[in-house]
């Protein structure tokens, strides 16, 4: 066999393979003996009769077709052997030139991860940052523990801070057209809680059930979302229901209402230690974040755009998935962000593609230099914690399929490769 490789780009390249006659026998063989049970000879059990008769009973048309594609197959294989290519994808495979059985030649257009050359990435050093907890902190969990179990009751008054209040209201430009994101029913929001925009709270002091206002207030410079970032928007509000809410003595008795607590000492003890893990966790997920970034930085790798462009479906799945669960469309997130989709794949998802395509690829090659394996050990004990936490059938079916146990392997391997940078980066 002959093969030529000739580079396209850094991940693309097209590999020119001739076939010799003594291969192209060796294919043949393997291909009747693989027919050879959809043949049936008087005399001769299931498989057993000479390759030659076989031959003679097989439709032509057939035979030459198993051949080629098993020739094709043997041989493609056998040139990634040879080129030490890794393909992220099926190749494009062109006959040039084929008889039955004896001449083969054809192309064959593949991506491929392409040289990934690594930073000294046992010399990158961070420091990780330490997490704290106040008696704020505290304080402001137990406050909302108050306000979740807070007693509320309808009031025939005006409402004034502290009250919940139930609302309808829409926003409206300065045309009058209707604002998007600028809505909603049935709303409810605690006056002086500070949780919808700057200057919309206090309007609604001294609001009655079932009495309207309509007022402008403008949304901060800084708004998550961009259409409405320092916009004047003109609401009209209608008041369904007011109540007064109740929240009940931080003490010993809320305490012990709260969990397995004597005193609220033990609770806000309880309290500081959950915190502690969660910002710890959260830091330390942080701090492996910008490794990864940083190494992928120093690192010089060019990602296949097949899989950015499988990277970018994924992560619009999963943002379409979110937006469904939070009740909005893909079109109003991207009218409420003030792009359209075009500018939205180009700018946002394929930046944020390529770069978790880069930093898995830098993993990889990382893993491989530091000969990192997973055990069947290793496997069957997430696989089986996997199950314990997904009891649905469903679910249960989906892990014993072999792409999932490959896509549980590759997330061990990942974090056994993270596990490793941060040992070297934080030995000093």
Same mark, same amino acid.
């Given at each position: 066999?002959?093969?030529?490789?000739?580079?396209?780009?850094?991940?693309?390249?097209?590999?020119a393979?001739?076939?010799?006659?003594?291969?192209?026998?060796?294919?043949?063989?393997?291909?009747?003996?693989?027919?050879?049970?959809?043949?049936?000879?008087?005399?001769?059990?299931?498989?057993?009769?000479?390759?030659a008769?076989?031959?003679?009973?097989?439709?032509?048309?057939?035979?030459?077709?198993?051949?080629?594609?098993?020739a094709?197959?043997q041989?493609?294989?056998?040139?990634?052997?040879?080129?030490?290519?890794?393909p992220?994808?099926?190749?494009?495979?062109n006959?040039i030139?084929?008889?039955?059985?004896?001449?083969?030649?054809?192309?064959?257009d593949?991506?491929?991860?392409?040289?990934?050359?690594?930073?000294?990435y046992?010399?990158?050093?961070?420091?990780?940052?330490?997490?704290?907890?106040?008696?704020?902190?505290?304080?402001?969990?137990v406050?909302?523990? =108050?306000?979740? $179990?807070?007693?509320?009751?309808?009031? @025939? +008054? /005006?409402?004034? #801070?502290?009250?919940?209040?139930? !609302?309808?209201?829409?926003?409206?430009?300065?045309k009058?057209?209707?604002?998007?994101?600028?809505?909603?029913?049935?709303?409810?929001?605690?006056?002086?809680?500070?949780?919808?925009?700057?200057?919309?709270?206090?309007?609604?002091?001294?609001?009655?059930?079932?009495?309207?206002?309509?007022?402008?207030v403008?949304?901060?410079?800084?708004?998550?979302v961009?259409?409405?970032?320092?916009k004047?928007?003109?609401?009209?509000?209608?008041?369904?229901?007011?109540?007064?809410?109740?929240?009940?003595?931080?003490?010993?008795?809320?305490?012990?209402?709260?969990?397995?607590?004597k005193?609220?000492?033990?609770?806000?003890?309880?309290?500081?230690? =959950?915190?502690? $893990?969660?910002?710890?966790?959260?830091? @330390? +997920? /942080?701090?492996? #974040?910008e490794?990864?970034?940083? !190494?992928?930085?120093?690192?010089?790798?060019?990602a296949?755009?097949?899989?950015?462009?499988?990277q970018?479906?994924?992560?619009?799945?999963?943002?379409?998935?979110?937006l469904?669960?939070?009740g909005?469309t893909?079109?109003?997130?991207?009218?409420?962000?003030?792009?359209?989709?075009?500018?939205?794949l180009?700018?946002?998802?394929?930046?944020?593609?390529e770069?978790?395509?880069?930093?898995?690829?830098?993993?990889?090659?990382?893993?491989?230099?530091?000969?990192?394996?997973?055990?069947?050990?290793?496997?069957?004990?997430?696989?089986?914690?996997?199950?314990?936490?997904?009891?649905d059938?469903?679910m249960?079916?989906?892990?014993?399929?072999?792409?999932?146990?490959?896509?549980?392997?590759?997330?061990?391997?990942?974090?056994?490769t993270?596990?490793?940078?941060?040992?070297?980066?934080?030995?000093?």
């Amino acid at each position: 066999m002959q093969v030529k490789k000739m580079d396209v780009s850094d991940t693309e390249i097209t590999l020119a393979i001739n076939a010799s006659a003594t291969e192209l026998d060796g294919v043949k063989t393997a291909t009747l003996k693989r027919l050879a049970g959809q043949v049936k000879l008087a005399g001769f059990r299931e498989g057993k009769a000479p390759l030659a008769l076989i031959e003679k009973n097989l439709d032509p048309s057939q035979l030459q077709s198993e051949f080629l594609n098993d020739a094709v197959n043997q041989l493609y294989g056998a040139a990634l052997e040879q080129y030490a290519v890794r393909p992220v994808d099926q190749p494009k495979v062109n006959i040039i030139k084929f008889v039955p059985f004896s001449t083969l030649e054809f192309t064959a257009d593949l991506a491929i991860v392409g040289d990934v050359k690594l930073p000294d990435y046992k010399k990158i050093k961070k420091s990780k940052k330490s997490v704290s907890v106040t008696d704020k902190d505290v304080t402001d969990v137990v406050t909302d523990l =108050q306000k979740r $179990v807070a007693q509320k009751s309808d009031v @025939d +008054r /005006a409402a004034k #801070n502290g009250d919940e209040v139930r !609302i309808d209201f829409q926003g409206t430009g300065s045309k009058g057209e209707k604002v998007q994101g600028a809505d909603g029913k049935d709303f409810p929001i605690i006056i002086g809680s500070n949780t919808f925009i700057p200057g919309f709270e206090p309007n609604l002091i001294g609001m009655k059930a079932s009495e309207q206002k309509t007022f402008t207030v403008p949304f901060p410079k800084d708004y998550g979302v961009k259409a409405l970032a320092g916009k004047k928007v003109t609401f009209q509000v209608t008041v369904k229901k007011v109540q007064e809410v109740i929240e009940p003595k931080a003490d010993d008795e809320f305490a012990a209402s709260a969990g397995p607590f004597k005193t609220m000492a033990e609770l806000k003890a309880d309290i500081k230690k =959950q915190l502690v $893990v969660e910002r710890q966790n959260e830091a @330390d +997920r /942080a701090y492996e #974040n910008e490794l990864i970034q940083e !190494i992928t930085a120093k690192s010089k790798v060019s990602a296949p755009q097949v899989l950015i462009d499988r990277q970018v479906e994924r992560m619009l799945k999963e943002l379409r998935q979110n937006l469904t669960y939070r009740g909005q469309t893909y079109q109003e997130f991207l009218e409420a962000q003030g792009t359209t989709e075009e500018k939205y794949l180009k700018e946002v998802l394929q930046p944020q593609a390529e770069l978790r395509v880069k930093a898995g690829l830098v993993l990889s090659e990382i893993a491989e230099a530091e000969k990192l394996e997973i055990t069947k050990a290793d496997l069957d004990n997430r696989l089986q914690a996997l199950k314990a936490q997904y009891q649905d059938a469903a679910m249960q079916t989906e892990l014993d399929k072999p792409e999932a146990r490959n896509e549980v392997a590759s997330r061990i391997i990942t974090e056994k490769t993270i596990t490793k940078l941060v040992a070297y980066s934080s030995t000093k």
